[in-house]
């Protein structure tokens, strides 16, 4: 029973580098988001996506992409890591935006 | 004003304490409410939904208040095991995306 798996768990980036986290869920939900959350403060929007196809702009999207290929995978690409970007990553998925959402375990991301 | 104000505590309470949060919004067309419960280093994860009529899970009571526009968390007799960040989530209706709060933590203690 996977539910949202997000790889890697960890990473450490040098400035300037980029990299893919990567999200992925089997249970068919339209709705997938990409927060991160750093030390004590709570989870901020960065990117969602309402559907295959269909991406849209969070709270704090600068410094990032994404794209919706199919209803599966919804990967967040960090172009030029910047220090600013170190945080925990959370990927979620829900069947409608007003119910229930299901994270990955996060990804916790270092960029020095 | 924020769209959702949680006290972040942390709340110290003693084991079989009874402790209460309240969650502050502000957009009035507010239509869904849940509480989450995170624990350290680890994902949010539903503890429940929140009801106008309110509702009950065991220790845990959630309540809603339209009028005043705010939900609590009510949590009987607190096992050690309740220590953790709890988030309040709305849903407005318009929007695509759930709005967290920052949480409150709580820390029970023998």
Not at chain 1, 27 to 36: E, G
Request: glycine letters at 8%; aromatic letters at 12%.
């Amino acid at each position: 029973n996977a539910g949202v798996t997000q790889t890697p768990k960890f990473r450490i980036l040098k400035i300037g580098q980029s990299m893919t986290l990567q999200c992925t869920q089997d249970m068919n939900h339209n709705y997938m988001y990409w927060y991160r959350q750093d030390p004590g403060m709570g989870l901020k929007l960065i990117y969602y996506s309402v559907g295959a196809g269909i991406t849209d702009k969070g709270e704090v999207p600068n410094g990032y992409n994404v794209s919706r290929s199919t209803t599966e995978d919804f990967p967040l690409r960090l172009e030029l890591a910047a220090p600013s970007q170190t945080s925990v990553y959370f990927c979620a998925s829900s069947p409608k935006v007003d119910t229930e959402a299901f994270f990955g375990q996060g990804t916790r991301l270092t960029v020095v | 004003r924020k769209e959702v104000e949680q006290d972040p505590g942390p709340f110290n309470v003693p084991e079989g304490a009874t402790v209460a949060f309240n969650c502050t919004y502000s957009n009035s067309a507010s239509q869904s409410f849940f509480w989450y419960r995170q624990d350290c280093r680890k994902e949010p994860k539903l503890l429940m939904s929140v009801y106008s009529s309110g509702n009950e899970d065991g220790r845990f009571t959630a309540q809603l208040n339209r009028a005043s526009q705010y939900i609590s968390l009510l949590i009987r007799d607190s096992k050690l095991s309740d220590s953790a960040t709890y988030l309040c989530v709305f849903h407005t209706g318009t929007a695509s995306k759930l709005t967290f709060g920052t949480g409150t933590r709580l820390q029970v203690t023998l």
